[in-house]
Structures are given as structure tokens and as C-alpha cells.
């Protein structure tokens, strides 16, 4: 019965093969597929997010909770700044499909880590930790996934709507 909590974050971040997350949608990572660089790369607005910006963000805080789950010492994050990365030069589709990796690398590493914690300690805090328990760690990244998720899915909507209205104007 104390695996049942554990078990629950887990499956928020990673349904099992042939499921969707409770909310019906993709991961994060799931989310990228078919998305080219420079779909990626495209912003709605100025100062608002791209999906690439969105999808080194997820990564990031992936990472960082990671870093909290599994006890030593840690690499640095391979991007920067941290938070937001900035989008390499070039921004191509090579540089995409690295980041695309980067971000599932950093999803599979969190799923290991959290299959290998246990659920007894998610009542703890974290070594220096000083606000979050474990438990509100891993809820928090299976939202912060969600969220920035239903983002990424709002932006690819909104570049075919763009795209469909480009044509239909071209046509008229």
C-alpha cells in the first residue's frame, strides 16, 4: 500500500505503453513528434515561448528534479541559460533533433529515478531542501509536464491555423 502514492506520480509521468495521460494528451515528448525545427523555433508573438524554448524548459526541470531523487553528484545541465535555454546557433533541424533527445533522455532518467526512490520517503524532505517534500516534488513535475504539454499543443495548433491561413489568403 505505501507504493500506491508512488505509483500514482509514476504513471502521471509515465503511462503505461498504449495509454495517454489522465488527461488525455500526449507527454511532452510524445507532443514533439512530427514537429520540425522550424515549427519549433516559431513564436505566436513577440516574448512569448516556442515549442523549443518549452521543450529545454520540461528538460531542465526534469533534471532538476533528478538531481533531488538520486543521492551524488550531478553534471551540470548541458544547456543555458538553465530555465530557459537559448535556442543554439544554428537552430536547425540537427540542433532539434538533439534537444528532442536531450529531453528524452532527461524524461527517461527521471522515470528511472523514480521507479528506483521507494515510496516511504515521500514524506521527507530533500537534503537542503527546505519547502518541498518529495512527494510534492514529483506531483509538481507531473504538472509542470501537463501544463507546458497542453502549451506545446496549443502552439502547434495555432502554426497550422497560421499556415491554412496563409494559403487560403494566397488563393483568394
Same mark, same amino acid.
Given at each position: 500500500? =505505501? =507504493?500506491?502514492?508512488?505509483?500514482?506520480?509514476?504513471?502521471?509521468? &509515465?503511462?503505461?505503453?498504449?495509454? !495517454? /495521460?489522465? +488527461?488525455?494528451?500526449?507527454?511532452?515528448?510524445?507532443?514533439?513528434?512530427?514537429?520540425?525545427?522550424? %515549427?519549433?523555433?516559431?513564436?505566436?508573438?513577440?516574448?512569448?515561448? /516556442?515549442?523549443?524554448?518549452?521543450?529545454?524548459? *520540461?528538460?531542465?526541470?526534469?533534471? #532538476?528534479?533528478?538531481? +533531488?531523487?538520486?543521492?551524488?553528484?550531478?553534471?551540470?545541465?548541458?544547456?543555458?541559460?538553465?530555465?530557459?535555454?537559448?535556442?543554439?546557433?544554428?537552430?536547425?533541424?540537427?540542433?532539434? #533533433? $538533439?534537444?528532442?533527445?536531450?529531453?528524452?533522455?532527461?524524461?527517461? $532518467?527521471?522515470?528511472?529515478?523514480?521507479?528506483?526512490?521507494?515510496?516511504?520517503?515521500? %514524506?521527507?524532505?530533500?537534503?537542503?531542501?527546505?519547502?518541498? #517534500?518529495?512527494?510534492?516534488?514529483?506531483?509538481? *513535475?507531473?504538472? +509542470?509536464?501537463?501544463? +507546458? #504539454?497542453?502549451? *506545446?499543443?496549443?502552439? !502547434?495548433?495555432?502554426?497550422?491555423?497560421? =499556415? &491554412?491561413?496563409? $494559403?487560403?489568403?494566397?488563393?483568394?
Amino acid at each position: 500500500m =505505501a =507504493a500506491l502514492p508512488l505509483d500514482l506520480l509514476l504513471w502521471n509521468l &509515465q503511462p503505461a505503453p498504449g495509454q !495517454k /495521460s489522465w +488527461h488525455g494528451g500526449a507527454s511532452p515528448v510524445g507532443a514533439l513528434r512530427g514537429v520540425s525545427a522550424q %515549427q519549433a523555433r516559431w513564436r505566436p508573438a513577440p516574448r512569448r515561448k /516556442s515549442v523549443w524554448e518549452l521543450a529545454l524548459h *520540461i528538460a531542465y526541470w526534469k533534471y #532538476t528534479v533528478r538531481r +533531488h531523487l538520486v543521492a551524488g553528484a550531478h553534471p551540470r545541465f548541458p544547456r543555458s541559460p538553465a530555465n530557459f535555454p537559448r535556442l543554439p546557433e544554428p537552430a536547425d533541424e540537427a540542433a532539434w #533533433t $538533439r534537444d528532442v533527445a536531450l529531453l528524452r533522455s532527461e524524461h527517461d $532518467r527521471l522515470v528511472e529515478a523514480v521507479r528506483a526512490f521507494g515510496g516511504r520517503r515521500l %514524506q521527507a524532505l530533500p537534503p537542503g531542501g527546505k519547502r518541498w #517534500t518529495y512527494g510534492e516534488l514529483l506531483l509538481g *513535475i507531473a504538472a +509542470h509536464d501537463a501544463y +507546458h #504539454t497542453g502549451q *506545446i499543443q496549443l502552439l !502547434k495548433r495555432l502554426w497550422q491555423e497560421r =499556415a &491554412q491561413l496563409g $494559403r487560403s489568403s494566397s488563393l483568394g
